[in-house]
């Protein structure tokens, strides 16, 4: 087995002997760092002997090396007497199978919610689950979010010293706590969504690898708390945004507006797998992401731009607007508002945002502002707008595509 | 601490095609019921780890019908194909990171002995050749 099949087995068995090693020691940073070395030791030794039971190997290596570290750390000795009793097992002979799976799952889910805990930063939170419950590494987390890796390390390191200073106990959280704090892990993998779906800065406007890392992280949440509509409602959102990804880029990485995009290129089982995942999430009255969902799914099951029911777009914003208020689905509200009731209706909610100056320094305020001058015939305060809105995008893909609409405005 | 080196990544489709042979066919269908046991944890094991897109067994091959283009118009004819002692039964389809992780996933498959695996990487839409003809007209 080479370096590419100890890579395989990580990805596939990573999440759940971090899992177990936190259940057994109580400690998510020394259980991760023994997982990794349980990794390091594969890398030498699977090239020469390939294991019989990869996975068990890993454990078993990663048990032993817990319990090295454990065995160092005199403060441990309790813990160290309970793990103790399993150290006679060979890692050559062990197997998974001793591994209650009902256990393991909730393992795996608290080791979800410790890792999106609220002591920790939204940046620690991001870091810290694509490590530890995604199996990336620093490197890879750093290339995702287009930061230094010694940024990546520190907020990891730091991340797991803020967890063990306030105490975090591995566990579910209680019954009262349980829907805020799965808020909060839906919150962190949407924001790894979104930067794969739509990223912030660099030269590409999609990086399909950091959203195809948080869909996969959201289907885990949707296999392990399936009686919770908002997760699949987050599945949905993900799962029909990801569907036009094929169409959302030019050969040449220019992105397409959603009018222009060829729908035939839109990913036809994403797109059904995203509204069986809609379906489940309807159940009760709708929440933020499963209404989001509800819109992706109307333009998702629509042939054009011009054939999309705008009016279900608008009502579905309107009760978006009501559930999660915010200035950036006022902007939404507004491009579908154009739509159904022309721009200058559209135009008067955006001026409000504006006079109110709830989007600061974004460039989509004035990239909406721009396009509904240009359709209301002010080609030149148009311009300025787009031009304004340049200026302030951070993409480089979408800058462009800006300055050049900017210019056939005169 | 060292972490796994990790090639550039893309995700990717992959597609485990279950090849069985008469006897392999049979020899499941005499533990039908542990077969789909078995799979059915399997599967449960793929949707917890967020690789599966898909599953599906296909019926019995017998009752197929098979559309030859052999000739100058397409002939009809029922069941299987001719000699080919490897008959496809069905699929998982999964997004996972690398064609090794797709294999991991196979091996785990519980497959009765005589049967095979066959792991293919499902191709993208913009992966159509140039000039092939149908590109976009799918």
């Known amino acids: ?410 | 601490v060292a972490t796994p080196p990790k090639e550039e990544k893309a995700m990717a489709k992959y597609m485990l095609i279950m090849r069985g042979t008469d006897e392999s066919n049979a020899a499941m269908m005499a533990s039908i019921d542990e077969a789909m046991a078995a799979t059915g944890r399997l599967i449960e094991e793929m949707m917890k780890a967020g690789v599966l897109l898909a599953a599906e067994g296909l019926d019995d091959p017998g009752q197929g019908v098979v559309v030859d283009f052999g000739g100058d118009a397409p002939v009809v004819t029922d069941g299987p194909y001719g000699e080919t002692r490897e008959l496809f039964g069905g699929y998982f389809l999964l997004d996972v990171a690398s064609k090794q992780e797709a294999v991991e996933w196979a091996r785990q498959v519980p497959a009765v002995r005589g049967s095979k695996i066959e792991v293919r990487r499902v191709a993208e839409a913009d992966e159509v050749p140039p000039g092939s003809g149908n590109s976009g007209q799918l």
């Not at chain 1, 090693?21 to 594969?42: K, P």
């Not at chain 1, 300025?384 to 340049?390: F, R, S, Y």
Request: aromatic share 4%.
């Open chain 1, 1 to 410: 087995m080479g370096t590419a099949d100890v890579e395989a087995v990580w990805r596939v068995e990573s999440a759940r002997i971090v899992a177990a090693l936190t259940r057994f020691t109580g400690d998510v940073g020394l259980a991760e760092d023994a997982t990794q070395e349980a990794a390091a030791e594969a890398l030498v030794s699977w090239p020469q002997a390939s294991p019989a039971n990869p996975a068990g190997w890993l454990m078993a290596t990663a048990r032993r090396r817990a319990i090295d570290t454990i065995r160092r750390r005199t403060a441990l000795r309790d813990r160290y007497a309970l793990l103790a009793v399993d150290t006679a097992v060979d890692p050559a002979a062990a197997s998974v199978e001793d591994v209650d799976p009902d256990r393991i799952d909730d393992d795996v889910l608290a080791l979800m919610f410790v890792s999106c805990h609220p002591v920790l930063s939204p940046a620690a939170r991001v870091a810290l689950t694509l490590r530890v419950v995604g199996g990336l590494s620093s490197e890879e987390v750093a290339r995702a979010f287009l930061v230094p890796v010694a940024t990546v390390q520190a907020r990891i390191t730091r991340a797991k010293k803020t967890i063990a200073a306030a105490g975090v106990p591995f566990e579910l959280p209680p019954a009262g706590e349980r829907r805020a704090r799965l808020g909060g892990v839906l919150s962190v993998l949407y924001s790894i969504f979104t930067e794969g779906s739509t990223a912030t800065s660099g030269d590409h406007l999609l990086r399909p690898d950091v959203a195809y890392e948080a869909i996969r992280l959201v289907r885990t949440l949707a296999a392990l708390q399936p009686d919770e509509p908002e997760v699949h409602g987050l599945l949905a959102l993900c799962e029909l945004t990801a569907a036009r990804f094929p169409a959302r880029t030019d050969p040449d990485g220019t992105p397409v507006l959603l009018e222009d995009q060829d729908r035939r290129r839109w990913d036809a089982a994403a797109i059904r797998r995203g509204l069986a995942a809609l379906t489940r999430a309807s159940t009760g009255g709708p929440g933020p992401y499963a209404l989001q969902a509800a819109i992706a799914a109307t333009h998702a099951s629509a042939p054009s731009a011009e054939a999309t029911d705008w009016d279900r777009i608008v009502l579905l914003y309107d009760a978006l607007g009501r559930v999660a208020p915010s200035p950036v689905v006022d902007l939404n509200r507004a491009v579908a508002v154009a739509m159904t009731s022309g721009p200058a209706r559209a135009l008067a909610i955006v001026e409000e945002l504006v006079s109110a100056d709830r989007l600061p320094r974004s460039h989509l305020v004035p990239t909406v502002r721009g396009e509904l001058l240009a359709r209301l015939g002010r080609p030149a305060e148009a311009r300025a707008e787009l031009e304004l809105a340049a200026g302030l995008c951070a993409n480089q893909r979408e800058r462009s595509v800006l300055l050049r609409r900017a210019a056939t405005l005169s």
